[in-house]
């Protein structure tokens, strides 16, 4: 009965899916000009933060949770870790590679140590809580100092809601039975060492898959979001679908607390980053917890947003500019469409590894 009630609710989910889909579709041909300046924002996202930000990143968390560093790399969080119960000595690597370089990177490591069986089930389910985050450089840089006009403001957001996301990991902790189960089967073959060439293939697999999620969801939220609509309005349309552009309306808004509606949005990450860790992780890592803890991290976010302002009152954002944020670095549309051709080229490429194993076969 509950497999039945378990298909029925995927089939209901897909149609769903699929008629959000066709609505968007009518509303490009209703809006065009304004879903192709969606697409190209993010195509701009993908070049200007993205890829130079996001690509050294992952392609240097792959060499280190690979390797014999992964077992040093994050020695300041192991406390934390067998805090939770997770006893594997590269999870703290993991959860290092989800604060520093944000979630992406973050759900990437936590599915590649469940894959090396480093991880159970459990486990990977309770670190992803703690890993998924947003990065400094986007809470930061971007929100902080681009948005809000104030780089200390970006400080308070990221601290409190990567501190958010810690405390919910240790709320879902997994109980100790859980711990121990281990798979068999992936245990009887160690994970080898990856080299340079496939950590930089790996790599531009999951920046192009990344890239186009956000052009995907960038074009939604320009479809959806009506041209002359207050931004209060705007910000409620996108506040469930894409973070950035939910965190650009908030800072648009009139209104002096604009701060806890980005962290609203930072906290609840929206459905672009859902599918994008989905991704990233892999169907082995389980996104229950994950969802779940939005319900916990929203309210200790904004909390300690809360005392964080009323410990440092001169860390309220600055006055932004009535045109709002736009990108200080532009680049021609045609450049920004070969970025994105050459992305999902690479994406459409087979891996290096499962072309060799194809080959021996023959």
């Not at 450089?137 to 104030?150: E, I």
């Not at 939220?221 to 002359?228: G, L, M, R």
């Not at 410990?311 to 990108?327: D, I, R």
Request: net charge positive; charged share 10%.
């Amino acid at each position: 009965m509950t497999l039945h009630l378990r298909h029925h609710f995927k089939k209901c989910a897909n149609c769903l899916l699929a008629l959000l889909f066709l609505l968007a579709a009518a509303g490009a041909f209703l809006r065009p000009q304004a879903a192709m300046a969606g697409a190209l924002q993010g195509m701009a996202t993908c070049a200007h933060a993205v890829i130079p930000t996001l690509f050294p990143f992952l392609v240097l968390s792959g060499l280190i949770l690979s390797g014999p560093l992964a077992q040093w790399a994050g020695f300041a969080l192991r406390p934390f870790t067998k805090l939770l119960g997770i006893r594997s000595k590269k999870a703290p690597a993991a959860l290092l590679c989800g604060l520093l370089g944000g979630f992406a990177p973050g759900a990437r490591a936590v599915g590649q140590l469940r894959r090396q069986n480093e991880l159970s089930a459990a486990e990977a389910e309770c670190l992803l809580v703690g890993a998924v985050c947003s990065g400094p450089a986007f809470v930061v840089g971007s929100v902080g100092t681009a948005m809000l006009g104030s780089r200390s403001s970006g400080w308070i957001l990221y601290l409190c809601q990567a501190g958010a996301g810690l405390l919910c990991a240790l709320i879902f902790r997994p109980k100790p039975p859980a711990c121990l189960a281990r798979s068999s089967a992936a245990a009887a073959a160690p994970p080898q060492p990856c080299g340079l060439a496939q950590a930089v293939a790996d790599s531009v697999h999951a920046t192009a898959l990344l890239c186009g999620y956000i052009v995907l969801f960038s074009f939604l939220a320009a479809v959806a979001t009506p041209a002359d609509a207050p931004p209060a309005a705007q910000y409620a349309v996108l506040l469930g679908m894409e973070v950035t552009s939910a965190c650009h309306a908030a800072s648009t808004v009139p209104w002096s607390g604009k701060i806890y509606l980005c962290a609203a949005a930072i906290s609840l990450m929206g459905a672009s980053v859902f599918v994008q860790v989905r991704a990233f992780a892999g169907p082995q890592v389980s996104l229950r917890a994950l969802a779940a803890a939005r319900f916990l991290h929203l309210p200790a976010t904004l909390a300690l947003v809360w005392a964080a302002l009323r410990l440092f009152p001169g860390a309220a954002p600055a006055a932004v500019p009535a045109g709002g944020w736009t990108p200080a670095i532009r680049m021609p549309a045609d450049a920004l469409c070969a970025v994105f051709i050459l992305c999902t080229l690479a994406f459409g490429l087979k891996k290096p590894g499962r072309l060799h194993r194809r080959k021996n076969r023959v």
